[in-house]
């Protein structure tokens, strides 16, 4: 069957927007896209890679589920590491066959008081509308363009998965050479 709508699972316009680029030179550059209002499954702040990376698949089945032909999600969160908090990023593409792909965005490390307002409860997006007194920091250059100095946005971070995301779709439904 070919896909007709591509749905992605968040209204936030620094997702969407990061599809629609994603996709645009694509096989799948002509098919609509479509925002799902869906649950992520896991926390509103994912603490882990296996817990944001459970949020990206939980929005993609979800949007199949609601009749999107092809389901994307996005999830930011954050992750330990041996020298602090990084942010962290996860898409999945879900397929009505029932195919899940999935990929990982870029990370940087998180400054202190940004990891102790996480550490005392706090969700990013709300640390970061505090920091930079903007209460729509996260859908626009987000936690990740804050702090490479509007280098990297979080919207380009996750065109990036996006990009991955379909290559890897596109990739399986090619004919393979026999090895
Ligand atoms: O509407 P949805 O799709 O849920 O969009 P969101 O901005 O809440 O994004 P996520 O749920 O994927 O992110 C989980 C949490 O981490 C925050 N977050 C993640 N990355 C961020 C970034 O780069 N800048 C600001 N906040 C970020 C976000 O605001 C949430 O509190
Ligand atoms: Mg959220």
């Not at 799902?36 to 979800?62: C, F, H, I, M, W």
């Not at 940087?108 to 209460?135: F, H, S, Y």
Request: glycine share 12%; with cysteine; hydrophobic share 40%.
């Amino acid at each position: 069957m070919q896909a007709k709508i591509i749905g992605i699972g968040s209204s936030n316009p620094a997702k969407v927007k990061a599809v629609e680029a994603g996709i645009h030179d694509s096989g799948l550059a002509h098919l609509p896209v479509r925002s799902y209002d869906v649950p992520s499954g896991v926390s509103p702040q994912p603490l882990s890679d296996e817990e944001t990376k459970a949020g990206a698949v939980n929005r993609a089945l979800a949007c199949v589920q609601e009749g999107a032909d092809i389901g994307i999600g996005l999830e930011g969160g954050v992750m330990m590491m041996e020298d602090g908090m990084y942010v962290t990023n996860w898409g999945a593409l879900a397929v009505v066959s029932g195919e899940v792909f999935t990929a990982a965005g870029a990370r940087i490390k998180l400054p202190e008081a940004v990891t102790e307002g996480l550490q005392a409860g706090a969700e990013l997006g709300t640390v970061m509308a505090r920091l930079t007194k903007d209460d729509h920091v996260r859908k626009k250059e987000g936690a990740v363009g804050i702090f490479t100095a509007k280098r990297m946005t979080r919207s380009e971070m996750f065109r990036h998965i996006a990009i991955m995301l379909v290559g890897q779709y596109e990739y399986s439904t090619q004919e393979k050479p026999t090895i």
